[in-house]
């Protein structure tokens, strides 16, 4: 049975987040919090599996809280957030960025025609998350793939793309990999992040105050421009045309996923065939991989995260296990290989 801890200053969200994760009798809530202070101690005390985090309250609100629980206790958290206001969208995704999991808005009630999506995906992200076992570890040296190809060393090789996907522990991943790339970026970049429903703007705008370079969200048929982040909404997938256009595209999910990161190192493949880079990320699942399987066959060159500093293997490491990446590299020491790439050949 997994243990959660409820946080939110508002009884009336507390007894409908208890009663929608009482719906699983695999879920037992041991314990309610009204303030982040009270979900420091509760952690500590109580070892929950999860704990779902409100962000605005009294005393201490959630940013400050999940910063001391990762410190403390690191335990997996999910952010349920009032609204996907533009406010509290930046206030959530500093909260990933401090250690949170994941974000979700907060059900409206069952009067509500969207509550039981959102109750079922309160669930889902619940489940999931208890699975992850957040521990504190120093990074290790990236390791090299067995028979490395040699792109990283030839100056004639020329990058016009770099796509990148991630999902759980992505956004913070992200920012630290866009962060770390100069303004003057001579490609653009494609990014596919799995995000809850209703928060992709706000996750472009959060990642735009990450980065030097610009980021937006992605609009059909613009043209890729150099230094410009360019990021996958909810619901379509994203991917390129061959004269570096955006392609954003209806069709079913693939692997569970719309927009996914198979279809975008797919399209990009198709599109740009040796002159691409692609970057795989945390993340749970297998999302990706077969995409990068293709992406590789047509002469790109891979690079994924590292176990040592992702928070969930999964993505990366089935890339791995597939044999479609060339370099796995600790988060830290993405971003210059990106750069060193990208610049040769110019």
Known sequence: MLRIL????????????????ERDPELHVVGEAVNGQQAVTMAE??????????????VMDGLEAIRSIMEQSAVPV?????????????????AVKAGALTVLE?????????????????????????GIKLVTRRPRRGAVVKQPR???????????L??????????AALA????????DMPVPILVVQHISEGFDSGFARWLDTMTPLKVMLAQPRHSLRSGEVVVAPNGRHLGVSPNLQVVLDNSPPMGGHRPSASYLFQSVAKSCGPKALGVILTGMGADGSPGLVQMKSAGGWIIAQDEATSVVYGMPGRSVEAGAVDRV????????????VCRRGR
Request: a negative charge; aromatic letters at 2%.
């Open 6 to 21: 409820v946080v939110d200053d508002s009884s009336v969200a507390r007894r409908l987040i208890v009663r929608i994760l």
């Open 45 to 58: 005390r109580l070892r929950p599996d999860v704990i779902t985090m409100d962000i605005h309250m009294p």
């Open 78 to 94: 999910v952010v349920v957030t009032s609204s996907a206001s533009p406010e509290d969208t930046a206030l959530s995704f500093e």
């Open 106 to 130: 907060k059900p409206k009630g069952p009067g509500s025609p969207e509550f039981e999506t959102q109750a079922e995906l309160l669930l889902n992200a619940v489940r999931e998350m208890a």
């Open 150 to 160: 040699s792109l990283p060393h030839d100056p004639t090789r020329r990058i016009d």
């Open 162 to 171: 770099v796509a990148i996907a991630a999902s759980t522990g992505g956004p």
């Open 176 to 183: 630290t990999v866009l962060g770390a790339l100069p303004a």
């Open 329 to 340: 590299l600790p988060l830290g020491e993405i971003a210059p290989e990106i750069l060193e």
